[in-house]
């Protein structure tokens, strides 16, 4: 009776009188059995109204229970209009899921004046799911690198979601398993890709980095509401929802240890490698020298610091800038982190001093200090003169009169540097440009232009000259190959789908025979052949659909 109610509601909400302002109905799809627990009933709530501006709908549970209702979006709508009035008409489209019992659900809306509009309550049932589908639910694992790791190690975490080879998963854009973590880091490591099978069981994995600085147990959990694609009752292919939850996975995180730490550790936890590169080699006293210290390797890279010289006397260092990580592209390649820094000399010198970057390495469970080589280069000219405090303005004299200022003959000092607008930009050595037709470059390029011009003039010519396509087989013709077509259920239908997707348009009834054709087909493409053995098809199956056809053609 609950089916028959829900659709006379749905009749008496087309049929509303347009003198009634607000009408409001729910339907649930599939009306006719309950849905398997886990999985999703479809609730559309249709809006009529002689008004022009609604509320949104709401979907609210009002028996006891617990229901995951979700709003999927807006569907179809409509209006008419009769003599001066407006009647419009809007469905909303709800996901609900719920564990197995029966549930009543009530949908409202409030118009423009604040009254509060309902529907008629309607009931949703949930049934425990069979042992078919049981298996046809897909499990989700996490998988660490290893089972512990150091505080302020990075951990790489992969997540399976295994399903069974006779389903498929649909990607979707935005829809990733979520991890809970209590304290920590946990980044996606790129896309999700098809992973080992397990015990004939198809996976795909989802990598992650983690990153805590939390000693002691760190329990994961994970979530996930995947899009499979599976075979219904019918045989026919849709897609179905679940919502599953991994089992609860521990890693112990270690803490540092403290004797042999070296002075200025700031957390640098991995496995890596320190590079300097400078520029210019040759320059004067006064000068600002661009550095860049490049950090390569595995670790955690959000936590590093700038290393620091291991000689400052001589030198005036300033900030140093960290760039974006460069992650490695491929499995296990390693990732890149660079600071750039200026330093200006202020005596001649003959090296770059070394740079110092203090680590713990988690896999050899030490602490190290990784030193840059000493890069020769050449600073000339006179050591500039320290200057405690900046010279103190002197006052004009208004009794005597201007006078243009004298030029400097003392060296330039750091204030100085300071001012100047591009004393501190990093300079790379890049030569004067010359004219663009006194380069090669500029003739390669034109050159190429010009032949790729004629090249596409070319090929245009030679597609023009091609002969037309051949036209696709006319319906007599696919009427033949249909009759002529084997007596087994994949390549018979095959050859009556063809037939039925070349009839003429506007030919095609909504008979049994031709729905029969498609669902068919496309049934026979996802579970194969049954027939392949050898068994013939049933004749008047055979006979009564070649006879569908044939009336097509008039």
């Keep these: 009776m609950a089916p028959l109610r829900t659709t006379l509601a749905a009749i008496g909400l087309l049929t509303t009188p347009l003198s009634a302002e607000v009408g409001i109905g729910v339907r649930v799809r599939p009306d006719d059995r309950a849905v398997a627990e886990g999985d ?9 109204s002689n008004t022009e501006r609604l ?27 009769i003599g001066r009035t407006t009647r419009s008409d809007v469905t909303h489209e709800f996901a609900v899921r719920g564990k197995a019992g029966t549930y009543t659900l009530r949908a409202t809306v409030r118009d423009q004046a604040g ?53 498929g998963f649909r990607l979707e854009r935005g829809n990733t398993p979520e991890i809970a973590i209590d304290a920590g880091t946990l980044i996606a490591d790129g896309p999700a890709v098809l992973g080992s099978p397990i015990d004939g069981m198809e996976t795909i994995r989802f990598p992650y980095r983690l990153t805590t600085l939390k000693p002691g147990p760190l329990p994961l959990e994970a979530k996930f509401t995947p899009l499979m694609s599976v075979r219904g009752r019918t045989g026919r292919v849709e897609g179905r929802r679940y919502a599953i939850t991994s089992s609860p996975a521990t890693i112990e995180v270690k803490p540092l240890p403290t004797s ?47 290393p620091l010289p291991t000689l400052t006397e001589g030198w005036r260092f300033y900030k140093a800038d960290a760039m974006d990580i460069q992650r490695g592209e491929d499995a296990g390649a390693p990732d890149r982190l660079v600071f750039a820094q200026n330093a200006v000399p202020q005596r001649p010198i003959s090296e770059l001093p070394p740079f110092r970057l203090p680590v713990f390495d988690p896999v050899e469970e030490r602490y190290e200090v990784l030193l840059t080589a000493p890069v020769p280069i050449s600073v000339e000219g006179t050591a500039l003169a320290e200057s405690p405090s900046p010279p103190k ?10 006078q243009a200022p004298s030029a400097r003959t003392e060296p330039q000092e750091m204030e100085d540097i300071l001012l100047a607008p591009d004393a ?47 036209k696709a087989p006319d319906f007599a013709t696919l009427l ?22 070349g009839a003429p348009a506007g030919s095609v009834p909504d008979a049994e025979p031709l729905r029969q054709i498609a669902e068919r087909h496309e049934f026979l493409q996802f579970a194969g052949d049954p027939d392949a053995g050898g068994t013939p098809l049933p004749a008047d199956e055979r006979a009564r659909v070649l006879a569908a056809l044939r009336a097509l053609a008039g």
């Design 260 to 306: 042999g730490r070296p002075e200025g550790f700031n957390g640098a936890v991995g496995q890596f490698e320190l590079t300097v590169a400078a520029d210019p080699l040759k320059l004067k006293v006064g000068e600002p020298l661009a550095l860049r210290l490049a950090v390569t390797g595995k670790g955690n890279f959000d936590s590093l610091t700038a």
């Design 115 to 167: 009254k509060l509009h309902q529907s008629e309550p309607v009931v949703v049932r949930f049934r425990p799911p069979t042992a078919a589908e049981r298996a046809m639910v897909p499990e989700l694992r996490i998988v660490a690198e290893k089972p512990s790791c150091y505080a302020g190690e990075e951990l790489a975490v992969d997540l399976l979601l295994v399903v069974r080879p006779e389903t």
């Design 393 to 402: 303005p002197v006052a004009p004299e208004t009794s005597a009169p201007s």
């Design 55 to 81: 509320g949104t709908p709401e979907l609210k549970l009002e028996s006891d229970g617990e229901l995951d209702i979700q709003r999927v979006g807006s569907g179809s709508s409509f209006s008419f209009q």
């Design 424 to 470: 501190l930009k990093p300079r790379w050595g890049t030569p004067a440009m010359a004219a663009p037709w006194r380069q090669h470059r500029f003739w390669w390029l034109t050159g190429g232009g010009v032949a790729g011009v004629l090249a596409l003039a070319a090929a245009l010519r030679i597609a023009s000259a091609r002969p037309a396509p051949p």
């Design 480 to 501: 033949r190959a249909a009759e002529a077509a084997p007596a087994r259920a994949a390549p018979f239908y095959a050859a009556a789908h063809a037939c039925l997707r």
């Design 40 to 48: 999703t009933a479809s609730v559309e709530v249709r809006v009529a």
